[in-house]
């Protein structure tokens, strides 16, 4: 008998995607140790677009292979990040029980609580074959779909949703809920200061979706807590007095003062962040007042600030205006002016 091993070269940045996944597959079955984090590290790096295509039959295969935690860990914190790419996708409703049971558990997930309880409707008409409509249901129906919800129903968090959204959405399908957490939500939202159950997990830690590709959002908190001269006790991400909107992208809207005014002006308030080029440092400030106009407007709320690194908030340096009445400069002809600071 003779024994051949064929040694040679695979460009991994010649496959796609899911051809990555499918070599992880078989070096894995060989027991390749060395490969098998080599080819999770690459997919993380220079793949991550892969799991847009087939979200949940990556998971699913991800989840099979004891071996693959690295990309593990990396599926379920991307989708926790963006939720849409499962939730979204079409074979969402194919999902296999247990992985949606534990992106329910996860605390990370990043979507209203109404949207996850929608979805998990939505996944669990499709498991029964069912219509959405409860009036449509018999006996045997409302059976078959309290058995299938019962696994989930203690990883929503149903008091964090609206009252309008539990009304209309969550107390329709009161046949197929506990009775006893039906009163309770009743009582938490009709009889005032009610607090909820001690039972119940915890409220999600959401982030704050912004659209921007060099703001993330534990940079929100920080740019509210300058405005409100929160020296010393700055705010979460759960208790922001502000509602902060991407209104201008250079990317997106255009490059030039034209495109900036057309965005902002009139709108109010605004935070303007650059990233200088060929670093990972941010620049920026904050203008009180609007960029209508071609005049030198006064306040003595306006800041400047600076990131040495942008993904680091703790690198920030910020100054506020000396000179209030020559604080920011609005020009028609220029983007953001600031003054003397």
């Not at 087939?54 to 990396?74: C, M, R, S």
Request: hydrophobic share 35%.
């Amino acid at each position: 008998m003779f024994r051949f091993i064929y040694c040679g070269n695979i460009e991994l940045k010649n496959l796609q995607g899911p051809d990555v996944l499918k070599l992880l597959i078989a070096v894995d079955e060989l027991n390749i140790q060395q490969l098998i984090s080599h080819i999770q590290e690459y997919l993380i790096k220079h793949q991550t677009e892969f799991l847009h295509q087939n979200p949940t039959g990556i998971l699913e295969t991800v989840y099979q292979h004891e071996t693959f935690t690295d990309l593990w860990d990396f599926c379920l914190e991307k989708i926790c990040e963006e939720p849409e790419i499962l939730f979204n996708s079409d074979k969402f409703v194919n999902l296999k029980a247990p992985l949606l049971e534990l992106l329910l558990k996860r605390d990370d997930l990043n979507m209203d609580e109404i949207e996850v309880w929608e979805g998990l409707l939505k996944w669990c008409f499709v498991q029964q074959n069912l219509d959405n409509d409860p009036t449509k249901w018999t006996k045997d129906d409302i059976t078959k779909i309290e058995r299938s919800l019962h696994r989930f129903i203690p990883l929503i968090r149903f008091y964090d949703i609206k009252p309008t959204d539990f009304f209309y959405k969550v107390y329709n399908y009161k046949d197929v809920l506990p009775q006893g957490l039906i009163q309770d939500l009743l009582e938490f939202h009709i009889v005032p200061d009610v607090k909820p159950k001690t039972n119940v997990a915890l409220s999600r830690n959401l982030k704050i979706k912004l659209g921007s590709t060099i703001i993330k959002s534990n940079h929100i908190p920080l740019f509210a807590s300058w405005i409100d001269r929160k020296d010393s006790s700055h705010y979460n991400n759960k208790k922001i007095p502000y509602d902060f909107k991407l209104l201008y992208h250079s990317g997106r809207d255009g490059f030039n003062a034209a495109s900036f005014h057309r965005n902002c002006d009139n709108k109010g308030a605004t935070i303007f962040v650059a990233k200088i080029q060929g670093s990972t440092q941010l620049i920026g400030g904050y203008n009180p007042l609007d960029w209508n106009g071609n005049v030198w407007k006064n306040t003595s709320d306006s800041f400047l600030f600076n990131f040495a690194d942008g993904k680091n908030i703790s690198t920030a340096n910020l100054g506020y205006v000396k000179n209030p009445r020559v604080a920011v400069y609005c020009s028609n002809n220029k983007g953001p002016h600031m003054g003397d600071f």
